[in-house]
T-cell receptor
Framework: NAGVTQTPKFQVLKTGQSMTLQCAQD?????MSWYRQDPGMGLRLIHY???????DQGEVPNGYNVSRSTTEDFPLRLLSAAPSQTSVYFC????????????FGSGTRLTVV | RKEVEQDPGPFNVPEGATVAFNCTYS??????FFWYRQDCRKEPKLLMS???SGNEDGRFTAQLNRASQYISLLIRDSKLSDSATYLC???????????FGRGTSLIVHP
């Protein structure tokens, strides 16, 4: 099993450009989430999904869109990149049920110039 | 008050030392608990779940104190490779989303 796969690993964008961060998992997990991590800030939830076709906003959703057309894929779209979106982005998934922990992807390091 | 609080450290210990971290949580609906390890510039990885009766995995022991609303992680015989940030994570009844602490930094030196 590959687990949670994120692409790309690194990306540099110019202000105003758009792009999609890809996330795929092969564990048949219903729950998927996107986090960003900045120095001294911990993990902050951007968007999450509890199943195909169902998404909701997290703590810092502005400037980002998500969709969940399949169980496996949960892409994160940056609509118009801003320097404040420079961060490390992690996708994570887990089984339903409160006793399960998240499995994280290896992250995407995004720099917006 | 943050829902999940950790001492950010860093905890600076010599090889072979025993070190313990605590994590306090404020939501009484908290139901399951985890410790994650995050190496520099890497993703968080599940270290161990924390069970009500306490549990051990090699040099690592996790405990839960529901009355005082905290969990702990004890690392015995610290290795250089234990240097990392340790995140406390809590799942609560009625919530799809776990709550992450900001992590405790551990540095093990020779």
């Amino acid at each position: 099993n590959a687990g949670v796969t994120q692409t790309p690993k690194f990306q540099v964008l110019k202000t105003g450009q758009s792009m999609t961060l890809q996330c795929a998992q092969d564990m048949n997990h219903e729950y998927m989430s996107w986090y960003r991590q900045d120095p001294g800030m911990g993990l902050r939830l951007i968007h999450y999904s509890v199943g195909a076709g169902i998404t909701d906003q997290g703590e810092v959703p502005n400037g980002y869109n998500v969709s969940r057309s399949t169980t496996e894929d949960f892409p994160l779209r940056l609509l118009s990149a801003a320097p404040s979106q420079t961060s490390v982005y992690f996708c994570a998934s887990r089984n339903t049920g409160v006793d399960y922990g998240y499995t994280f992807g290896s992250g995407t390091r995004l720099t917006v110039v | 008050r943050k829902e999940v609080e950790q001492d950010p450290g860093p905890f600076n210990v010599p090889e072979g030392a025993t070190v313990a971290f605590n994590c306090t949580y404020s939501n009484s609906a908290s139901q399951s608990f985890f410790w994650y390890r995050q190496d520099c510039r890497k993703e968080p990885k599940l270290l161990m779940s924390v069970y009500s009766s306490g549990n051990e995995d090699g040099r690592f022991t996790a405990q839960l104190n529901r009355a005082s609303q905290y969990i702990s992680l004890l690392i015995r015989d610290s290795k250089l490779s234990d240097s990392a940030t340790y995140l406390c994570v809590v799942n609560s009844r009625g919530s799809y989303i776990p709550t992450f602490g900001r992590g405790t930094s551990l540095i093990v030196h020779p």
